[in-house]
């Protein structure tokens, strides 16, 4: 996979005898694929002094710190890793800090009475062990913490035994470690350490060769690979993408840089959001469903006045690649909340036949993704998590909790008498495969032809179904 460099950064240090320097680069470089990489590479150290290019030689360190070493010595060479069969497990490592009766105590505190949490704790190292366990799964029960004590502490014998087993290699290793460390001490005392920084004196010198070349070789003739991108082959007027409604095209011809050497001809479209009536202009490109693993599922371009679940981005890109005609967050002007705010249906999907027809598209169905605080009491961490409220001590939980199975009920009411059908799917069912089988069912029942190899791109114009 090729790279193409985008940037040299210069870096200089003194040298061991002060009358000359150092001097290295770090080098930027991209890949040449749609799915950008950016990988950093430093380049090997020039010593830029005849006395300290004659007695020293350059090394980095372990900890990236670098050294002009006499000749003659040298950092030693990395101990390889302790054999995994010598690695302790979790429970080896765990009693080896604790003993039996310090276990027992632990159990006693987090199973006495009145101790249902982490602050009820007196026990310091039960209360350092619920503590970590908390950071670790982010669950603060202590009920699955006792049982894992209680497990051990049966198994305690035989953990003890693998442990000790193993401790004489690990033992030996640490020994190994240390001596490297003492070794790599000594050395360090009879170098000199280089203090590298950033050179801007060389790296406008650069800069000006690179700016001179350029400008003797800017009317260079290159070859370079235009193509059109799957999306150029749809026209998306009238149609939505999330809750954008996609009003014209403002730019049939829009060349998109891919990369170094390959342009793709889009398109550009007004868009307006159906929630807060912000405009919007979006190269057709951006109409697909993206994933992080840290994120999970998301749509490359939205509207910032509100938020867009995984959970709602997957029922997206399976739609998306069934060419099903949806709009998001959708609401009627009679159906309303507190303060008069609508009520929002996550996915309307609109009768086949009106599916390409953007002047009168009619509802076919709705449906309501439901998380799990549709029926469970409990909040939302920072991350998106939801924690339940087991005790049901949370006032504003309780009253959240009432307020949205009010809003469930007026949807469920509302679409009973206007003859809609309401189809929900809950959050235990957001698993990819669960929720592809589970839409396409329901899409089935209501006379919709969907099968599950259609998800696989087949066509022109699956290629790029806004809808």
Known sequence: ?????????????????????????????????????????????????????????????????????????????????????????????????????????????????????????????????????????????????????????????????SRANKEPHNIEYKKQHEDRIQRIEQVKNQSYKANFVFDSEQDEIDHAKARKERI??????????????????????????????????????????????????????????TICNKKLVVTSSDFEILYDEYEGYFPAVKCDCHIVSSFEAKAMDILNRLGISYAREYSFDDLVGNKDVPLRFDFAIFEPDSQHNNSSKKIRLLIELQGPHHYTRGIYDKDGNFIEDKRGTSFSARIRLNKQKCYDGLKQQYCKEHEIILETIKHDESDYTTLEKRLIDILNQNGFNCKQAELYIDSEEDLFDLD
């Open 216 to 273: 003797a070789h800017q009317y260079d003739p290159f070859q370079a690979m235009v193509t059109y991108h799957n999306s150029y082959k749809v026209d998306a007027t009238g149609r939505y993408w999330d809750t954008l409604h996609i009003l014209k095209c403002v730019e049939p011809r829009y060349f998109v840089q891919e990369s170094a050497y390959h342009l793709s001809i889009v398109k550009r479209y007004l868009c307006k959001c």
């Open 1 to 161: 996979m090729p790279y193409t460099e985008i940037s040299r950064k210069p870096y200089k240090s003194p040298c061991a005898c002060g009358n000359g320097f150092l001097r290295f680069y770090i080098i930027t470089k991209e890949n040449d694929t749609d799915y950008v990489k950016t990988i950093e590479k430093k380049t090997e150290v020039e010593i830029l002094c005849d006395y300290c290019k004659n007695n020293y030689h350059f090394e980095w360190s372990d900890d990236e710190c670098g050294f002009l070493v006499p000749n003659g010595l040298t950092f030693p060479p990395r101990i390889p890793y302790l054999d995994s069969k010598y690695d302790y497990t979790t429970d080896e490592k765990f009693i080896g800090n604790h003993d039996k009766g310090v276990i027992e105590k632990m159990i006693s505190d987090m199973t006495a009475p009145k101790h249902r949490f982490i602050q009820d704790l007196t026990f310091e190292p039960a209360i350092a062990f619920a503590n970590n366990w908390a950071y670790r799964t982010k669950k603060r029960s202590l009920a699955p913490m006792v049982k894992y004590l209680e497990k051990t502490l049966s198994n305690y014998d035989a953990i003890f035994t």
